[in-house]
């Protein structure tokens, strides 16, 4: 079994920051791209911001110079780093990680956290 734990969501005044934390822990022989999404009310969940295991990112255009997303390999732990925060913002944030596992043989799936609440006030 594989669990990621998100924490680090809140309410935050407009222009703010925030840093949002996810741990995945379990059966785990590597971990490959990793990732934040947003839902806001009544909408899709979109992608925010990933990094792969060697470290390269993207982000949404709506957040790039804002938003930095790092992660840890020793501790399993992604992270995003959202500054200078807007109304926009406010959303559940997702984690989401692409991990090699193991069961009855090796294989890789994708898992998400429970999500974390952002809120952005004006």
């Known amino acids: 079994q594989v669990q990621l734990v998100e924490s680090g969501g809140g309410l935050v005044q407009a222009g703010g920051s925030l840093r949002l934390s996810c741990a995945a822990s379990?059966?785990?022989?590597?971990?490959?791209?990793m990732g934040w999404y947003q839902q806001a009310p009544g909408k899709q969940r979109e992608l925010v911001a990933q990094?792969?295991?060697?470290?390269?990112?993207n982000y949404a255009d709506s957040v790039k110079g804002r938003f930095t997303i790092s992660r840890d390999n020793a501790k399993n732990t992604v992270y995003l780093e959202m500054n200078s925060l807007k109304p926009e913002d406010t959303a559940v944030y997702y984690c989401?990680?692409?991990?090699?596992?193991?069961?009855?043989?090796?294989?890789?799936?994708?898992?998400w956290g429970q999500g974390t609440q952002v809120t952005v006030s004006s």
């Open positions: 379990g059966s785990i022989l590597s971990i490959n791209a």
């Open positions: 989401n990680a692409i991990i090699d596992t193991w069961g009855a043989s090796k294989y890789q799936a994708s898992y």
């Open positions: 990094i792969t295991s060697t470290g390269a990112t």
